[in-house]
């Protein structure tokens, strides 16, 4: 077991390696160190002294990937793809090209995108799966047919169609919430409950089917259909086999997402003013400060990358079936 | 049912608090001033700090030698920490003209750590501290450039600095200031700058002149400061009203009194054409607001719903609301609607000291100045952008077209009508007619707009900043508008930098571009047009790249005379030559309007006065009145949705619903 | 006549439809599969009301050059509307409105300076007096209905004679339904949109009609091309990878999940930034912006389509896996017969139900997106017409006072129709194909 992951935490370096040379390249070929400097200068009184000034302060004036003035290992450490991509490999994510130090601010603002993808990721996940469970109880009545337009129905809805009628309608109109705003001390429920009321909405048609899919999987298994026959209600049959034996899968696929909740919710966060990573995120692609977006394309890769792993482990260790030596 | 009943009940109890405060529970009650910012500020670092919404906060915590005169009209410097107005004296042997600032002694800084507990004056040396501080590349000052060639020294300055390794370590500034800085005695400062050049002393209201105490600049050197957003970016520090108590750009900034305030008191004299309880306040302790929120307010919809909801004490107006707030009577006046002024809400409306303008690019070679014909083109396409249309729709009529380059409320104003684009009817400044610009275009060589050498409509580019949806009206109109002359333009909408670049390399024809100014002087806007300030060539803010040497003349004589009359007339030939060329449609100055809640007082438009804050008053008591009041939550579809669910649930009970499925 | 680089792409997927149906008809099998899709009225419905969104995105992909400066290029659609195209107002006016949303200064007969609606350029003209515009509608609507109902039951009348239309299995009574109800609405949209904006006119005075219906093209295109792209990708590698096992699976999976780590967002931003910078730096080979425009549409798609093809690898290999273990591969192969042929001819026809099902869920997710990324500010160019830029105004109208809601109508009505119908479609060819996954 140990062995096992240990080799699959191997194979996070190449890709996370990978990802960091995709997004250097990206991010140095679509916008010079000039470009960079130029936007964060603005428009009034810019000169060339100052952008060089500008450039060597933020260390963009080094070289992109060989320094022939240096001696040394300084030849590739005293690069731009040493200091702003290598060093994203151990967390330290520098200073944005406003002048702010990146590491403080994801500290400051994960915390807020968690309390709002927690809770609507989880309260999510028990209405769909309830609802699931309803309509496979009730499978082939009008219930049934009438969930299964209805979730069809709401897939089809744009998400920022429920955003906008929410906002307007749950808070301007009938102010049963803040507008926007975010206040971690107290009551923070107050700003969190609409977005998270408007995300779990939003998300419970796709939800739905996706849960009642594996549930019904599980309820035309014989096991089931044979503890029906033997007398069981229909309820026990789906408290104790359909529900267990439909875990799994759901918990794999549950656990993968986990750790991207971190990221935050991009449309949610800026639409409610949340100072989370997702609102971060849209500001930093807004004002194309190149080296937050950096950090949170690595952010990102590293949870995902981190999720795999976590979902492998899980199976392994939920279903002893599988074999740690199979990819 | 009776579950249900205890839960209306329940509800309508917590309704007292409104459910929808979007502050801490306690801060509506207290005597907070709240207010909102649309983009975190880069940075507050004083020596840096230069965008309006990073003034907004600098201009309360840091005080500059100078600060304009709130109630006076037109704008007027005083001393803010000077006993009274810098002297000058010109000494013709050098060509030099030297300021003597003399401080006051009893201003101190906001307490911080690095002071300990001690109360920290300020002395001449701080001041010279601040500018030394700017000579520094590495501090990147975005006026450094405009002072190297003013400041006496200032060059060797900046080579001294230059000349040092780059490390992390303090720079200790004192005692290397440039050599026109003299430090005669603790409270008094001598500053040289070449030649003659009166508006110096604007530059004194800015806070790149607000003093800077070493202590403080050592403390935030120390290592793992940075780290810790632990800046002069993020926690300046100066003798002004305010100090930051609370700086979180991604949420929230919070202004605390500053207990070290030094006597500072409501002005007893104002400007004529002010309301009559401007001088109501008259000589109370200043500041009269215990505290300042902002809040990182991002999208428009939300700032004015709160607003409305009491939960903002001031809000700009936006085009999509305007009709909601404001009337317009015939003769274009602004007013509120009936539906603000019961909510007993103030109109604020100035028109803005900054120009919004559409720029020819005059190296461009059909329609630049190489093309002597290209003039009447030009001209034609300045009669043809009704620019009047442009202020009605997408401005709802805020905004004034300008009749040349410098905007009204400055000494030599273009309030005149423009002979090129414009005709007096009566009194009546009239835009000229669409055949008129017909007639142009033919002595341009373009009859109806068609090109001699393709025999198609004329192809014109127009390159702009856009990315948003939002841009696309506008766009589509300006199009609207060429196409009035048969010409067909052609939109390369790109982003910032890519515009940027296009116009520092010459390679844009027809652009917008806009300019704020930032001191009161005519000279402000004339130097746009100076040829020795060309984009291309030099990188200048003469972003249309026009040369003109008779033009050159008159600005450098401008630039050294005071306010006279005889510099007002130099300045209206300057304008008239500008007008005649056609470097730029000059397009419209923006009419700032915004709204305030009854219960704030002392808000006069200063377009110059960052520090305006010290001056505002509110009434608690009303200000939670009107929030109890429009805020109450509406219920009945709590009911409403609780009965839908008993209902399905009882549906799901009934029995002809109740057989279920075998599997 | 002018053709635009999407115009091309429109044709040639439309084209490339039409083959895989004709290929169908030659493969028994399937073409019994799609006659069970074909058997559900709703699928059938929903069918006629795709075809009608492709014709419209066809008409709209026939571009003209006009000497008309202000629209040097008009298409057959822009051609077919007539007032609905070209009736442009200054400002806002609400649906079936004479009146402006918007007030002017102008001196009344007596003298007096007021400040107040205008009537409307380009609608209710007809009209003698303003009073009778309830009667006009209520009149106009019934006759364009009418026209719509009757044009539109000749024409299922004439074809009901006709030998196709002879399988009794299949629900023609609801598909002829769904015909004439939708012809009469169009009929009526058309009709009414001459003499009025039926859904109201924008920031400055475009119909709103006319934008939803432009949006047509840009979300069919979005959908349909980026789906088109990313086929081909994610079949090859998935395919390859469950086949070949070994270093080539180890390649692909690390190439997929490297692409899936990337926040995709993210990785769509800098790529649409990179072409952005592109187009600028080329901008003089563009003769028109809405070339550009046009450009930057289809590198959106490419973009999309670049992160997009990951998910259905996923599963193609997964299934490739499996596959390949089966008795008549493992057969075909011990007789040496070559992995081409293999793929070609027992895993392709395997792997097609999958495919399908994972495109037409694309296609509907990709439409979604579409409207998310011009939030966000990197997807299509915001000159052109598209649901999303919409969507985007409505935002800030739905502040105004009178609320302007016929922007956000229009986008949603549009979008929602469509990924219905595409949703309702995808359910059924996946209840058909893939049963397991429905019960």
């Known amino acids: 077991m140990i062995q096992y992951i240990l080799r699959r935490l191997l194979w996070l370096f190449p890709i996370l390696l990978m990802v960091n040379l995709l997004t250097f390249i990206l991010f140095f070929v679509v916008n010079s160190p000039d470009d960079m400097a130029r936007a964060q200068l603005g428009n009034k009184y810019v000169t060339d002294a100052a952008l060089t000034a500008w450039k060597a302060a933020r260390g963009y004036d080094l070289p992109l990937l060989w320094n022939t003035n240096a001696v040394g290992w300084d030849v590739l450490t005293q690069t731009i793809f040493w200091q702003k991509s290598v060093q994203l490999m151990v967390f330290d994510f520098g200073v944005s090209d406003a002048g702010r130090a990146i590491g403080a601010d994801l500290a400051q603002r994960a915390w807020p995108s968690l309390w709002l993808a927690l809770p609507s990721f989880m309260i999510g996940l028990c209405v769909n799966i309830a609802l699931a469970l309803l309509l496979v109880m009730f499978r082939g009545q009008w219930l049934d047919k009438l969930g299964l337009v209805l979730t069809i129905v709401i897939m089809s809805i744009s998400g920022l169609f429920f955003i906008i009628g929410g906002q307007y309608v749950l808070a301007k109109l009938w102010h049963w919430f803040p507008i926007s705003g975010y206040e971690p001390d107290g009551d923070v429920w107050r700003f969190l409950l609409l977005p998270i009321i408007l995300g779990v909405i939003a998300g419970v048609g796709s939800g739905v089917r996706w849960y009642r899919s594996i549930l019904l999987e599980e309820a035309d298994k014989d096991f089931a259909r044979t503890a029906r026959a033997k007398g069981l209600s229909l309820w026990q049959v789906m408290h104790r086999h359909v529900l267990p034996n439909g875990l799994l899968p759901i918990l794999t696929g549950v656990v993968a997402v986990l750790p991207l909740l971190f990221m935050g919710s991009l449309i949610m966060e800026s639409f409610f003013g949340i100072p989370g990573l997702g609102s971060y995120t849209i500001d930093a692609i807004n004002s194309q400060d190149f080296a937050i977006v950096r950090a949170m394309v690595y952010l990102g890769a590293v949870l995902y990358v981190f999720g795999l792993i976590i979902t492998d482990i899980t199976y392994a260790w939920a279903d002893p079936r599988v074999r740690f030596g199979d990819k | 049912m009776s579950w249900l009943v205890a839960l209306v009940c329940l509800l309508s109890l917590s309704a007292q608090a409104a459910w929808n405060n979007p502050y801490p529970r306690g801060w509506v009650h207290e005597n907070t001033l709240f207010s909102a910012f649309s983009a975190p500020p880069k940075t507050l670092d004083p020596v840096k700090a230069y965008n309006s919404n990073e003034m907004v906060f600098l201009g309360n915590i840091v005080e500059p030698p100078l600060q304009y005169h709130y109630l006076k009209r037109p704008y007027q410097l005083e001393p803010l920490i000077l006993t009274e107005m810098p002297t000058s004296s010109y000494d013709a042997a050098t060509n030099t003209t030297s300021y003597r600032l003399h401080l006051r002694d009893d201003i101190a800084y906001a307490p911080h750590v690095a002071f300990g507990a001690n109360k920290r004056f300020v002395t001449a040396s701080d001041l010279a501290y601040a500018i030394t501080r700017m000579a520094d590349r590495t501090n990147g000052s975005p006026i450094l450039d405009m002072m190297l060639p003013l400041i006496v020294g200032m060059s060797d300055c900046v080579k001294q600095f230059d000349a040092l390794a780059k490390t992390n370590t303090w720079r200790d500034y004192r005692n290397r200031q440039p050599s026109g800085v003299e430090i005669i005695d603790e409270h008094t400062l001598m500053i040289r700058i070449h030649g003659v050049y009166p508006p110096f002393v604007y530059w004194l209201a800015m806070p790149f002149f607000a003093p800077i105490p070493w202590e403080v600049d050592q403390y935030y050197a120390q290592p793992g400061m940075r780290e810790k957003n632990q800046s002069w970016s993020w926690l300046p520090i100066g003798t002004g009203a305010y100090y930051l108590s609370e700086n979180n750009p991604n949420r929230r900034m919070v202004l605390q009194r500053n207990p070290n305030f030094h006597a500072d008191f409501y002005p007893s004299e104002a400007s004529p054409d002010l309301p009559n309880n401007v001088l109501d306040d008259a000589g109370k302790r200043l500041p009269m607001v215990d505290r300042v929120v902002y809040a990182l307010e991002k999208e428009a919809v939300p700032y004015w719903a709160k607003f409305l909801q009491g939960y903002y004490d001031a809000s700009g107006v936006s085009s999509e609301v305007f009709d909601q707030a404001i009337q317009l009577d015939a003769q274009g006046k602004l007013s509120l609607t009936p539906v603000m002024q019961e909510k007993g809400m103030q109109l604020l409306s100035s028109v803005a000291t900054s120009l919004s303008y559409l720029g020819f690019n005059m190296l461009d070679p059909l329609i630049g100045q190489e093309n002597p014909n290209a003039k009447y083109l030009r001209q034609a396409i300045s009669i043809a952008i009704d620019y009047e249309e442009d202020i009605a729709i997408f401005l709802n009529g805020r905004g004034l077209v300008a009749q040349g380059p410098i905007p009204p409320g400055i000494s030599g104003a273009s309030e005149d009508c423009n002979p090129i684009t414009h005709q007096l009817n009566g009194t009546q400044c009239v835009r000229r007619s669409l055949l008129e610009a017909k007639t142009l275009m033919a002595k341009a060589g373009y009859p109806d707009g068609l090109d001699p050498k393709t025999g198609k409509a004329l192809v014109l580019y127009y390159d702009t900043v856009s990315t948003g949806a939002d841009d696309k009206a506008q766009l589509d109109w300006m199009r609207k508008q060429f196409a009035k002359l048969g010409i067909q333009l052609v939109i390369r909408a790109t982003d910032y930098n890519r515009f940027q670049e296009k116009m520092r390399a010459g390679n844009a024809q027809i652009f917008t571009w806009g300019w704020n100014a930032d001191y009161p002087d005519a000279e402000n806007f004339l130097f746009l047009l100076v040829g020795s300030n060309a984009k291309v060539e030099t990188g200048g803010e003469n972003a249309s790249n026009y040369h003109n040497k008779q033009f050159d003349a008159l600005y450098a004589q401008i630039a050294r005379l005071p306010d006279t009359a005889e510099r007002r007339a130099l300045i209206a030939k300057a304008v008239s030559i500008v007008r005649e060329d056609a470097p730029w449609v000059f397009g419209l100055f923006p009419q700032n309007v915004s709204l305030f809640h009854g219960w704030v007082h002392n808000v006069y438009p200063n377009l110059m006065a960052n520090n305006t804050l010290k001056y505002r008053r509110i009434d608690v008591e009303k200000r939670e009145q009107a929030q109890a009041l429009w805020n109450q939550p509406v219920l009945w579809p709590f009911g409403f949705i609780g009965v839908s669910i008993i209902g399905l649930l009882l549906m799901l009970w009934l029995p002809p619903y109740r057989k279920r499925n075998e599997l | ?439």
């Not at chain 3, 009608?52 to 006009?66: G, N, P």
């Not at chain 3, 009414?192 to 039926?198: F, I, K, P, R, T």
């Open chain 3, 1 to 439: 006549m002018l053709l635009l680089w999407s115009d091309i792409v429109v044709w040639l997927l439309v084209t490339s439809l039409l083959y895989f149906f004709w290929r169908l008809k030659q493969d028994t099998l399937l073409r019994e599969r799609w006659q069970l899709v074909a058997q559900s009225r709703i699928a059938m419905a929903s069918t006629i009301v795709l075809l009608a969104f492709v014709l419209i995105a066809l008409a709209d992909s026939l571009h003209f050059r006009t000497n008309d400066p202000y629209r040097p290029v008009v298409s057959a659609l822009d051609m077919s509307l007539g007032n609905i195209a070209t009736g442009q107002e200054k400002s806002y006016s609400a649906p079936f409105a004479i009146e402006s949303l918007w007030q002017e200064t102008r001196q009344t007969d007596d003298g007096r300076v007021i400040r107040a609606p205008v009537p409307l350029q380009h609608a209710g003209k007809q009209l003698d007096n303003p009073n009778d515009l309830s009667r006009d509608l209520w009149q106009r609507s019934l006759t364009f209905l009418s026209i719509g109902i009757i044009l539109a039951s000749l024409i299922v009348w004439m074809l009901s004679h006709l030998s196709v239309f002879s399988q009794t299995a299949l629900p023609w009574k609801s598909a002829a339904i769904t015909f004439i109800v939708l012809c009469g609405f169009l009929v009526w949209l058309w009709g009414m949109g001459q003499s009025y904006h039926v859904l109201g006119t924008g920031k400055v005075g475009e119909d709103v009609l006319y934008a939803s219906l432009k949006g047509v093209r840009t979300g069919i295109l979005i959908g349909g091309l980026t789906t088109l792209l990313t086929l081909p990708f994610a079949v090859v590698m998935g395919i390859v990878a469950g086949y070949f096992k070994g270093w080539v699976d180890d390649v692909v999976q690390y190439l997929y999940t490297t692409l899936n780590a990337v926040p995709g967002v993210l990785l769509i931003a800098s790529a649409m930034l990179l072409a952005q910078l592109y187009l600028a730096q080329h901008a003089d080979v563009f003769a028109s912006e809405q070339e550009r425009a046009d450009v930057r549409l289809l590198l959106v798609c490419l973009v999309l389509g670049l992160t997009g093809w990951t998910g259905l690898a996923r599963i193609l290999r997964a299934e490739s896996l499996k596959l390949r273990e089966m008795e008549y591969v493992k057969a075909a192969s011990a007789f040496g017969v070559s992995h081409v042929r293999i793929i070609g001819r027992h895993l392709l026809p395997n792997l097609g139900h999958l495919v399908l099902i994972s495109a037409v869920l694309d296609f509907s997710g990709l439409v979604l997106a579409e409207a998310v990324l011009s939030y966000v500010g990197i997807g299509v160019d915001p000159t052109m017409p598209s649901w999303g830029n919409m969507i985007n105004l409505a935002r800030q109208e739905l502040n105004r006072e009178p609320v302007v809601w016929w922007n956000l109508l229009g986008a949603f009505v549009g979008m929602f129709t469509l990924v219905l119908s595409v949703n309702l479609l995808a359910d059924r060819v996946q209840h058909v194909f893939n049963p397991r996954a429905q019960g």
